[in-house]
Antibody
Framework: QVQLQESGPGLVKPSETLSLTCTVS??????????WGWVRQRPGEGLEWIGNIHYNGNTFYNPSVKSRLTMSVDASKNQFSLRLTSVTAADTAVYYC???????????????WGQGTMVTVSS | SYELTQPLSVSVALGQTARINCEGN??????VHWYQQKPGQAPVLVIY???NRPSGIPERFSASNSGNTATLTISRAQVGDEADYSCQVWDDSTMVFGGGAKLTVL
């Protein structure tokens, strides 16, 4: 059974870079059938999609963060990562990693989610 | 950019039927997915591809999608169904979520 686990610092200073990693267990990130994504949720707000990445490096980014965002995959570690530069208080949120399931099975929905990690941007 | 609009809150009496709408321009032409999120927990997929339930999701959960409105229906509502419900679509290479609707079971 595939599981996802986010890791990274819980506190980041304004103007610095937020870096998070999602470790995939119970399955291979290199299977080729899936995209892997990040979703965040600001306190008291709804879900916001950040971006998706395939293990071959193909990416889709939310235009609202595209200029500050880099996603990457480390297949040797079965991990994918998010890097968000020049953060502000508006980037304070719970960050979730998730698997975008296959079109033929779940029509591309996010079918598996990590538990989420809280990131606060503050000096 | 594409927008999805959901009511902030929906209330339903215990054992009755709850309906949660998700409005978007021609949403009926898109695949709509629904997620349930309980406080302090990660979202859980409850409906994918407009009408399909993942394994483990009760038959009480159903959905439809036509025109400019997609609807999640929860029959025989239980206290355990209290949660935020968010719709989601893919539009022009962008994934879009609705703002989420909080379901209260009275």
């Amino acid at each position: 059974q595939v599981q996802l686990q986010e890791s990274g610092p819980g506190l980041v200073k304004p103007s610095e870079t937020l870096s998070l990693t999602c470790t995939v267990s119970g399955g291979s990130i290199s299977s080729g059938s899936y995209y892997w994504g990040w979703v965040r949720q600001r306190p008291g707000e709804g879900l916001e999609w950040i971006g998706n990445i395939h293990y071959n490096g193909n990416t889709f980014y939310n235009p609202s963060v595209k200029s500050r965002l880099t996603m990457s995959v480390d297949a040797s570690k079965n991990q994918f990562s998010l890097r968000l530069t020049s953060v502000t208080a508006a980037d304070t949120a719970v960050y979730y990693c998730a698997r975008r399931g296959m079109i033929v099975t779940v029509r591309g929905a996010f079918d598996i989610w990590g538990q989420g990690t809280m990131v606060t941007v503050s000096s | 950019s594409y927008e999805l609009t959901q009511p902030l809150s929906v209330s339903v009496a215990l054992g009755q039927t709850a309906r949660i709408n998700c409005e978007g321009n021609n949403i009926g032409t898109k695949d709509v997915h629904w997620y349930q999120q309980k406080p302090g927990q990660a979202p859980v997929l409850v409906i994918y591809g407009n009408t399909n339930r993942p394994s483990g999701i009760p038959e009480r959960f159903s959905a439809s999608n036509s025109g400019n409105t997609a609807t999640l229906t929860i029959s025989r509502a239980q206290v355990g169904d209290e949660a935020d419900y968010s719709c989601q679509v893919w539009d022009d290479s962008t994934m879009v979520f609705g703002g989420g609707a909080k379901l209260t079971v009275l």
